[in-house]
């Protein structure tokens, strides 16, 4: 009977992770000028009929902060969420919405690997890895 029931809870589980239309494509970060500060940047597509939302994120790095960011007049301001419509793809990239963190510890080194989470109004979580690269790096390729 208890087996029975692990089945069960599995066979609902793998259905729940699959169900999810959105998928996450080209993930890069980059530190900001602060050192204890980074922006995250990637494509997310919504391939369901349905539209989402990123509404929050967060890192398992300790004591750093996420939050949802938007580029006006060259200012990144913060905002509460991150329209996904149904059938598009929504790009996060330098210069517009991008992901920030702060308070990154002086030990987080460039290409170190992290885990971002995106909480997403309606898919649930979605947990990807994520480097930063340093802005020396960044800025060389821009100007
Ligand atoms: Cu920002």
């Not at 990637?42 to 300790?62: C, E, H, L």
């Not at 060259?74 to 509460?80: A, E, H, P, S």
Request: hydrophobic residues 45%.
């Amino acid at each position: 009977m208890l087996k029975i029931i692990f089945i069960v809870i599995f066979i609902f589980s793998a259905t729940i992770s699959f169900a999810s239309d959105i998928s996450i494509e080209d993930i890069s970060g980059v530190f900001s000028m602060r050192p204890d500060s980074g922006a995250v940047f990637m494509k997310i597509k919504n391939s369901g009929n349905t539209g989402d939302a990123i509404i929050g994120a967060r890192v398992d790095i300790k004591d750093a902060t996420v939050e949802l960011h938007n580029v006006k007049d060259g200012q990144m301001y913060k905002i509460d969420k991150i329209p996904v419509p149904a059938k598009d793809t929504v790009e996060l990239k330098k210069g517009g919405l991008h992901i920030m963190l702060f308070n990154l510890p002086i030990e987080l080194k460039e290409d170190q690997e992290f885990k971002l989470t995106l909480i997403f109004e309606k898919a649930g979580e979605i947990t990807v890895p994520v480097r930063l690269k340093s802005s020396r790096h960044e800025m060389h390729h821009h100007h």
